[in-house]
């Protein structure tokens, strides 16, 4: 059954001594515990082009989604001059002890898609 789903907004996610830019999409109602899907796009993507590529759509079934643009895409590096960096997992866990804080993010229940 699908559910309405928020429109996104912006989040600014603690990364290092800076923040990563990214969108939140809430599924249904505020505080609801849900799945929670955390996407980025490789190489010179953007968590805009999320959107399209299946955040609103995992959003309208019921997903929480976080895209977010890491170093060396989009505004990571255009607004805080973030360059790519090859452990990519001292990216994604940062962006995951964010998504843990949100209201309505089931910790037990997180995929990544990227």
């Given at each position: 059954?699908?559910t309405?789903?928020?429109?996104?907004?912006?989040v600014?996610?603690p990364?290092?001594?800076?923040t990563?830019?990214?969108?939140?999409?809430r599924?249904?109602?505020?505080?609801?515990?849900?799945?929670?899907v955390?996407?980025?796009?490789?190489?010179?993507?953007t968590?805009?082009?999320?959107?399209?590529?299946?955040?609103?759509?995992?959003?309208?079934?019921?997903?929480?989604v976080?895209?977010f643009?890491?170093?060396g895409?989009?505004?990571?590096?255009?607004?805080?001059?973030?360059v790519?960096?090859?452990?990519?997992?001292n990216?994604?866990?940062?962006?995951?002890?964010?998504?843990?804080?949100?209201?309505?993010?089931?910790?037990?229940?997180?995929?990544?898609?990227?």
């Amino acid at each position: 059954m699908a559910t309405s789903a928020s429109s996104p907004w912006p989040v600014a996610i603690p990364y290092e001594n800076n923040t990563l830019p990214g969108y939140f999409y809430r599924a249904g109602e505020p505080g609801v515990p849900r799945p929670t899907v955390i996407m980025h796009t490789g190489f010179d993507g953007t968590a805009e082009e999320m959107h399209f590529q299946g955040a609103a759509a995992g959003a309208e079934r019921g997903y929480h989604v976080l895209a977010f643009d890491g170093p060396g895409q989009g505004g990571a590096v255009h607004r805080e001059h973030l360059v790519f960096r090859p452990d990519w997992e001292n990216v994604v866990g940062p962006v995951l002890d964010y998504a843990l804080t949100m209201p309505g993010v089931d910790g037990t229940r997180i995929a990544l898609w990227g």
